[in-house]
């Protein structure tokens, strides 16, 4: 079975929109570095290297729109692909605002900036453009994969993805944003929409009540023992393949949204290692590989299997558990201003 780990590799509004006081943050979303060594992406660079696994990073460009000819992105974006990773195409629409003088008074007027869902072909295919000049400004492949900011889609945007050449995406993920569209109610496998083959990242049930309860396969927001056995599950169903999201920015806790004052998050850390480690030691049974990699192996029979895995509610309840009590110390000791 393949499984796609992706990464989205972006920087921060950091609340500029509602604070005039407030900037945008930039590399220091993605290096996270604490004492001068990088606990976000370098620690996951290591993480893949030492076991051998390709990752995707989907890296977002309409930033440029903001930070101009710095381009901080752009040597990010070439070392990840030094490193043998794919690089792939991410937007946030919210960043292309900033190519308006006036672009205070526009955030006022229409405050929800970041959105594909209901945005005009031609915008669309504008933002999309802009992201390829990029790739090309910055000496890298054209991307073959995109993900929308937040994971927004409609059936609008997967035609014009057909339209500008990507043939790939992974846009869906219901836990994080649904649609309300039957037809993108997509928990697994490889999808065809609109001339678009979409690869969701993985939705699973972690309890059942009136209906099930979804979650979407993150680091974060899973835990180790519980992302396992969901690949366990996968394998054992049938699935080709698996999707699992995360961003270098979870794996440091913030004292604020400015990123200055920083700890290592340690619990995420030994979420991926642990996860890095377990696809490594089993490569017999799984292939940590790219998306575009995954996403264009021949279609089969079961390509478009879309099953709703389930997990016991006892794991959630455990990492939710854990979760609560780190971050609550976490809190407490960047309040003191303690970095480590």
């Not at 014009?160 to 992974?170: D, E, N």
């Not at 979420?271 to 696809?279: E, S």
Request: a neutral charge; charged letters at 20%; proline letters at 4%.
């Amino acid at each position: 079975m393949l499984v796609c780990l992706t990464i989205d590799t972006e920087f921060s509004i950091g609340g500029a929109f509602t604070d005039a006081a407030r900037r945008p943050v930039g590399d220091a979303m993605v290096r996270c570095a604490i004492n001068g060594r990088s606990q976000g992406l370098d620690f996951m660079l290591d993480c893949l290297q030492r076991n051998g696994l390709q990752a995707t990073f989907f890296v977002e460009t309409l930033q440029r729109h903001y930070f101009g000819a710095a381009d901080p992105m752009g040597p990010l974006a070439r070392r990840i692909a030094d490193a043998g990773h794919e690089v792939q195409l991410h937007l946030h629409p919210c960043w292309a605002v900033f190519q308006h003088p006036d672009w205070r008074e526009r955030v006022g007027r229409q405050p929800r900036q970041d959105e594909f869902v209901g945005r005009d072909a031609a915008s669309t295919g504008a933002l999309l453009r802009q992201g390829l000049s990029a790739f090309a400004d910055w000496g890298l492949a054209p991307p073959q994969v995109f993900r929308a900011g937040n994971m927004q889609h409609d059936n609008a945007l997967y035609a014009v993805l057909a339209k500008v050449g990507i043939p790939y995406a992974s846009n869906v993920g219901l836990a994080i944003y649904d649609s309300g569209l039957e037809e993108y109610r997509l928990y697994a496998g490889r999808h065809l929409r609109h001339g678009v083959l979409e690869c969701p990242v993985l939705t699973f049930s972690d309890c059942r009540l009136f209906r099930p309860h979804l979650k979407t396969l993150t680091v974060s927001g899973t835990g180790l023992g519980q992302t396992i056995a969901l690949l366990e599950r996968a394998r054992a169903v049938g699935l080709e393949q698996v999707v699992l999201l995360t961003h270098p920015f979870e794996y440091v806790q913030s004292r604020n949204g400015d990123f200055d004052v920083l700890r290592t998050h340690a619990l995420n850390q030994n979420r991926l290692r642990g996860l890095c480690d377990y696809l490594g030691a089993h490569r017999g049974q799984y292939q940590a590989c790219g998306m575009a990699v995954a996403a264009a192996q021949p279609l089969t029979a079961v390509s478009d299997a879309n099953p709703l895995l389930h997990s016991p509610a006892w794991r959630s309840a455990g990492r939710l558990a854990s979760q609560l009590l780190y971050d609550r110390y976490g809190t407490w000791r960047l309040a003191q201003g303690v970095q480590a």
